[in-house]
């Protein structure tokens, strides 16, 4: 691989990172706009549980690599957001809570 093609495939990569940033803010309006006009029950629920996916693998990769940013800023979201999500996350992977609080304690989540 040639010098202009490594600058290539990082132009690229920089280009796909802010793509993707304006596809997060925009998902992120349409999102609010759903929630403010009571359209929840329209959204299938696959769309969500994708959504959530790619968030949650998205978010654990740039913690393992480093990042040390936060989950959202807290006037996002509410303690009954986080609870019914993150115990249904649980569930997913067979995970009880003792396990995250241990998790939590050994390690730099």
């Known amino acids: 691989m040639s010098t202009d093609d490594t600058s290539g495939a990082v132009a690229q990569g920089d280009?796909?990172?802010s793509s993707l940033?304006?596809?997060a803010q925009r998902i992120l309006r349409e999102v609010?706009?759903?929630?403010?006009?009571g359209e929840v029950?329209?959204?299938p629920d696959r769309a969500a549980q994708?959504?959530?996916l790619a968030a949650v693998r998205l978010f654990s990769a740039k913690r393992d690599h480093g990042s040390q940013l936060t989950a959202f800023n807290a006037d996002g979201v509410t303690a009954t957001d986080v609870a019914v999500t993150a115990v249904a996350m649980t569930k997913v992977v067979n995970l009880e809570l003792?396990?995250?609080a241990l998790w939590a304690g050994w390690s730099n989540i």
């Open 15 to 17: 280009a796909d990172s």
């Open 21 to 23: 940033a304006e596809d």
């Open 32 to 37: 609010q706009r759903i929630l403010r006009d």
């Open 41 to 43: 029950a329209y959204v």
């Open 50 to 52: 994708d959504l959530l």
């Open 98 to 100: 003792f396990e995250l």
